[in-house]
Nanobody, 131 residues
């Protein structure tokens, strides 16, 4: 499977972006797509995820109410709508796939067992929130 993120950029505080995670080459219909972010000098953080089987979603407390994850199965794309952006949202945003898992267990697995425990990662897209 290959994942490619897009949609990052420079935005002012309070602004919005829509990040995309385009996937190809799935080997299973049962998977979770998760978004992570890593700010300079900080640990990678699980932000949100969505399950392919039932659409279950999860949001970290730091983004709840501001970020929305969605999927377009026809396009094999998962979106992360990021609103009311804050300078502390500045980070490289990555999407990852975890087969035969559930959301938010995927984020727990990545956090506790290491990020290599997930099946594939995209190269990331940079979000910079600054005035």
């Amino acid at each position: 499977v290959q994942l490619v993120e897009s949609g990052g950029g420079l935005v002012q505080p309070g602004g919005s972006l829509r990040l995309s995670c385009a996937a190809s080459g799935f080997i299973s219909d049962d998977y979770v797509i998760a978004w992570f972010r890593q700010a300079p000098g900080k640990e990678r953080e699980g932000v949100s995820c969505i399950s392919s089987s039932d659409g279950t979603t999860y949001y970290a407390d730091s983004v709840k109410g501001r970020f929305t994850i969605s999927r377009d199965n026809a396009k094999n794309t998962v979106y992360l709508q990021v609103n009311s952006l804050k300078p502390e949202d500045t980070a490289v945003y990555y999407c990852a796939v975890d087969y035969l898992s559930t959301c938010p267990n995927t984020i727990v697995v990545a956090t506790t067992r290491g990020y290599n425990a997930l099946d594939a990662w995209g190269p990331g897209t940079t979000v910079t929130v600054s005035s």
